[in-house]
Antibody, heavy 123, light 108 residues
Framework: QVHLFQSGTELKPPGASVKLSCKAS????????VSWVRQAPGKGLEWMGW????????NYAQNFQGRVTMTTDTYTTTTYLELTSLTSDDTAVYYC????????????????WGQGTLVTVSS | EVVLTQSPGTLSLSPGERVTLSCRAS???????LAWYQQKPGQAPRLLIY???TRAAGIPDRFTGSGSGTDFTLTISRLEAEDFAVYFC?????????FGQGTKVEIK
């Protein structure tokens, strides 16, 4: 069964870092990239960045440059998102999504999503 | 950044009605880089349409996407109970990839 399974809820104080995981199963892992998208409570969707699971190349949204790191482990078919210097504005549900293997590509993208991880930033 | 503006913000409709949702881009978007998603409370988004008009796998044919340039539309021919949700458009031609703010379709 094709699936993306994300790690569990996180509660972090301001200034801390968080590292989330997204494990893929049921498909050829390195044939697709992964994007991360977050959604603040009651708000819309915000794309954070993309990673190639084939070679680890990344492209991050400007809003997160310097604070975000995406990595991938082909042996465990897991992709990671690390976000540093957390503030209350980072409180959101974070989703991983199966994406194109190429950053610039049309066609089917974001066709499979994880269940989401709630990150709460609070003292 | 390409800003996608969706209208209306909320639609109150009854099952069986026809729905037309709008997504307007701040600059031209090549059709093959425009997608639509459905999101229900507590769930992840679900891909409905990509390439502006191609239904994703398993999406019923009551969902139709159309448009080009800066104006795109998602039409639901006859609303069913499971269609009450929030709908987002997205572009992935000019980074950062952006989403519209969403249109909520609620039961009247």
């Amino acid at each position: 069964q094709v699936h993306l399974f994300q790690s569990g809820t996180e509660l972090k104080p301001p200034g801390a870092s968080v590292k989330l995981s997204c494990k893929a199963s049921g498909y050829s892992f390195t044939s697709y990239g992964v994007s991360w998208v977050r959604q603040a409570p009651g708000k819309g969707l915000e794309w954070m960045g993309w990673i190639s699971t084939f070679n680890g190349n990344t492209n991050y949204a400007q809003n997160f440059q310097g604070r975000v790191t995406m990595t991938t482990d082909t042996y465990t078919t897991t992709t990671y998102l690390e976000l540093t210097s957390l503030t209350s504005d980072d409180t959101a549900v974070y989703y991983c999504s199966r994406d194109s293997p190429h950053y610039f590509q049309d066609g089917v993208r974001f066709d499979l999503w994880g269940q989401g991880t709630l990150v709460t930033v609070s003292s | 950044e390409v800003v996608l503006t969706q209208s209306p913000g909320t639609l109150s409709l009854s099952p069986g009605e026809r729905v037309t949702l709008s997504c307007r881009a701040s600059q031209s978007v090549r059709s093959s880089y425009l997608a639509w998603y459905q999101q229900k409370p507590g769930q992840a988004p679900r891909l409905l349409i990509y390439g502006a008009s191609t239904r994703a796998a398993g999406i019923p044919d009551r969902f139709t996407g159309s448009g080009s340039g800066t104006d795109f539309t998602l039409t639901i021919s006859r609303l069913e109970a499971e269609d009450f949700a929030v709908y987002f458009c997205q572009q992935y031609v000019t980074p950062p990839w952006t989403f519209g703010q969403g249109t909520k379709v609620e039961i009247k």
